[in-house]
């Protein structure tokens, strides 16, 4: 089992910054990816971004890459999603999410466990 608790989110204007954070709980994190996805008023969860825990490979959606930046702090059992640029079609609610495998899937149904998730809203 692994425990995902999401935080970081709020209200930011067009162009500003907003830093997400999921600390993670429960197991060894080395044999997993870890990803954020989000899910905006009325849309299927989408997926943003992705990183292997051992090897820190990433994986980004078209739409972020440029703008946003995964990462994680082995020390802490921490994942973050720096969000630069932000855009009001960034609005939605962002959770973190785990999956077994080296590979930063996209492929959602491939991840289970899941936080409750951070909302956040960019105002134009």
């Known amino acids: 089992q692994v425990q995902l608790v999401e935080s970081g989110g709020g209200l930011v204007q067009t162009g500003g910054s907003l830093r997400l954070s999921c600390a993670a709980s429960g197991r060894t994190l080395t044999s997993h990816t870890l990803g954020w996805f989000r899910q905006a008023p009325g849309k299927e969860r989408e997926f943003v971004a992705a990183?292997?825990?051992?090897?820190?490979?990433?994986n980004y959606t078209d739409s972020v890459k440029g703008r946003f930046t995964i990462s994680r702090d082995g020390a802490k059992n921490t994942l973050y999603l720096q969000m630069n640029s932000l855009k009001p079609e960034d609005t939605a609610v962002y959770y973190c999410?785990?999956?077994?495998?080296?590979?930063?899937?996209?492929?959602?149904?491939?991840?289970?466990?899941w936080g409750q998730g951070t909302q956040v809203t960019v105002s134009s």
């Open positions: 990183i292997s825990w051992l090897y820190s490979n990433t």
């Open positions: 999410a785990a999956r077994s495998g080296l590979w930063p899937s996209a492929a959602i149904n491939e991840y289970i466990y």
